[in-house]
Structures are given as structure tokens and as C-alpha cells.
């Protein structure tokens, strides 16, 4: 079935510090990949969705692609805020299951000031 | 914009019990969900529910019970806690399979 892997449980950085985060993905049909943010004491909601390989999604600063060959996608952002502390989360939507979305296990982002 | 309203907010329970948790959503949405949250391991889905009286189950549906009765509401019982066990429960909205799905704030849990 459809899965999506997070490696990076948390990653700790400098305000104005570039942030790469990134998952692995499996489907046997065609990927839509979404970016759901996590603020303490919330629920998840969406970040950014990526449907096109090697496309961009944008949006507060934030950019996600996806690469079809090594089936996997990446947010990043040049230069982060305190303000983006927060529990980042990729999602697969599977499209033969009623629209399900497979959460990865998360990354907790620590902007120190 | 709508809301979605999970109760309670806090909920402890002793081993073996049977345990109610509720959610109500405003967005006059069709698709519900519960999702189980566990530090380390993400957001893992229970049960879902794509219009009133119907109920999916998820890749963690064993262990608990659902009930969506009405269009705006979906429960989720826990039909024997655990000892330690200890999760957030997270409820959601979504309208006709869209991918933004909207969520409360959830529901923590703790067995002792």
C-alpha cells in the first residue's frame, strides 16, 4: 500500500539558518504530496501541496518539490523565524482509498533566537 | 470559516475502561476523521467516515469503536484503555475527499 517515510525526528536551527526537511514516498499511482505545519497546541494544517514532479509549491517562504526518481519531496525555507517552531508533517493522498492522507512521523523544528 | 470542537479536552482513564471521545464540526463537511497521534510516530488513522452512518476503518482501527450519526458529529470509543497509554487524538474535517482537512484541537489521553 501507500506509505510515506520522515527520517529527521527533530532538527534544531539559528534564526536566518537555511531548513531542508524531506521524506520518501510509495505509490503505484500518481503522487499528490502535501506539507502539513503543526503549531504547539493545534492541530495540523496545510502547509503546501506538490502534485507536479520537479514543480514548486510556495507558500509564507515556504517551497516543496518532489522528485519522481528518487520518490521523494522536500520542504525548505532560506532563512527561518522563531515563529516557525512548529512540527512539520509530509502526507500522500491515496487516490484509490477515498482520498486518505498517509502522515510521515513528523520533524519538530527548534528556531533558536 | 467553521470550527471543529473536540471533547473533552483532557480525558484519564483507568485500565480496562471504556472511553467516549467527541467531535462536532461546523464546515458542513461530508468526510470526518479520526487520526491518533504518538510522539515519533506521526498521525496514524483510526477511522474515517465519508458521509452521515457510514464509518471506514483505518490502519489502527483495532482496539476502538465509531459513530458518525449525524452529518456534523463523529465519536470515537476506545473500547478497552490500556495501562500507560498515553496519545493525543486528533479529529478532522474535509470536504468531498479534498486534501486540506481541517483539524481540532485535540483530545489527550492518559490510562493509569
Known amino acids: 500500500g501507500d506509505s510515506v517515510t520522515q527520517k529527521q525526528g527533530q532538527v534544531t536551527l539559528s534564526e536566518d539558518d537555511f531548513l531542508f526537511i524531506n521524506c520518501t514516498y510509495s505509490t503505484t499511482t500518481y503522487p499528490t504530496l502535501l506539507w502539513y505545519v503543526q503549531y504547539l497546541g493545534q492541530g495540523p494544517q496545510l502547509l503546501l501541496k506538490?502534485?507536479?514532479?520537479?514543480n514548486k509549491g510556495i507558500s509564507r517562504g515556504f517551497e516543496a518539490t518532489y522528485d519522481k526518481g528518487t520518490t521523494s519531496f522536500h520542504l525548505q525555507k532560506a532563512s527561518v523565524q522563531e515563529s516557525d517552531s512548529a512540527v512539520y508533517f509530509c502526507?500522500?493522498?491515496?487516490?484509490?482509498?477515498?482520498?486518505?492522507?498517509?502522515f510521515g512521523s513528523g520533524t519538530k523544528l527548534t528556531v533558536e533566537p | 470559516g467553521g470550527i471543529i470542537t473536540q471533547t473533552p479536552k483532557f480525558l484519564i482513564g483507568q485500565e480496562g475502561q471504556k472511553l467516549t471521545l467527541k467531535c462536532q464540526q461546523n464546515?458542513?463537511?461530508?468526510?470526518m476523521y479520526w487520526y491518533r497521534q504518538d510522539s515519533g510516530k506521526g498521525l496514524r488513522l483510526i477511522y474515517y467516515?465519508?458521509?452521515?452512518?457510514?464509518?471506514q476503518k483505518g490502519d489502527l482501527s483495532e482496539g476502538y469503536d465509531a459513530s458518525r450519526e449525524k452529518k456534523s458529529s463523529f465519536s470515537l470509543t476506545v473500547t478497552s484503555a490500556q495501562k500507560n497509554e498515553m496519545a493525543v487524538f486528533l479529529c478532522?474535517?474535509?470536504?468531498?475527499?479534498?486534501?486540506?482537512?481541517?483539524f481540532g484541537h485535540g483530545t489527550k489521553l492518559s490510562v493509569l
Open positions: 478532522a474535517s474535509s470536504s468531498g475527499g479534498s486534501e486540506r482537512l481541517f
Open positions: 467516515s465519508i458521509t452521515e452512518n457510514d464509518l
Open positions: 464546515f458542513n463537511h461530508d468526510t
Open positions: 506538490v502534485t507536479t514532479a520537479n
Open positions: 502526507a500522500l493522498v491515496d487516490f484509490s482509498n477515498y482520498n486518505v492522507l498517509y
